[in-house]
């Protein structure tokens, strides 16, 4: 029996997980509508099909612990616990998001939750998070950090350097590398000569594991243990999520890279599916608590979305304001 069978969860955590989860789809789904719309401009890169990773790594995380994430994370804040009005109203470019709409989707931010990005550049968040780990580690401050970011990063440079001084100055993070297959249009086999991703991880001299991304459940298992183990040693870990994103790269992508019969085979294995019937199979979860969870997520979705609408832009006097210093007469 594996981790994830042993460990089914109580009603009541499972409803959360559950809710986590909704929460951050029925968000998204309003997303691409929104971007289809031109109320929502730039990039916008959908996580839908990875949210069982955001929520069961989360899930054993403190406030005092560091979270990083790449230009795909709206659930990653989410999940931190940013408010849904304040992402939203930073989608939409408006002043009362949690970057007074100068981030925008791909750099959500806020240092109140200790999460500190939202990134465009890929594998840009690991050296931050060895950055920060070393600030806990000096400060002998009690929180890791946690840094998601996508298997392309494994090819840049960034992510060697990061891991080799990680394990070098023994540094409390975690690494999450959410492999999802492609990095846009460019499958693993195509950009990495190692594929097996543990292995390379391993290479670092630090604990290197593989788990179902589309398994909350063995998600949530695994990094309780996995982060125990950082937070008692003091060491790095690296955790793999075996995932898929079951919409485009960004909003236009023709998927000219993928076959349509690869992405309904993992429709079939996404994570909310999988967790839904699971739940009602052990008879915690009925279709009718299932409807209610939806609507509720839905609803905080479009008390978001009118709040965002509703919020002003930035004045044209403080454009200026924080792009180096504050200088004020
Ligand atoms: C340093 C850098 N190189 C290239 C790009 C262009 N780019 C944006 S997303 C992306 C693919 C990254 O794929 P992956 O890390 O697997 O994450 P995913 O998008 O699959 O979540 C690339 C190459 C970038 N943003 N930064």
Redesign the pocket.
Known sequence: MTEAQLLLPDREHALVLLTEMLRIRAFEDRCAELYSASKIRGFL?L?NG?EAIAVGVMQSLTAADAVLA???EHGHALARGLSMRSIMAELLGKVSGCCRGRGGSMHLFDASRRFYGGN?????GLPLAVGLALAEKLQKGPGIAVCF??????A?G?FHESMNLAALWRLPVLFVC???????G?A?ARSEAQVDLVTKAASYAMPAESVDGMDVIAVEAAARRIIAGIRSTQTPAFLEARTY?LRA??MYDPQLYRSKDEVREWEQRGPLISFTSRLKGAGVLTEKDFQDLKAAAEAEVEDAVRFAEDAPLESVEDLTRFVYAEVRP
């Open positions: 890169h996580y990875e790449t230009y795909r465009a550049i890929v594998g840009g970011f996508g298997e392309g990063a494994m840049e960034e959410e492999n999802n297959y492609y990095a846009m460019t693993l994103r790269h960004s």
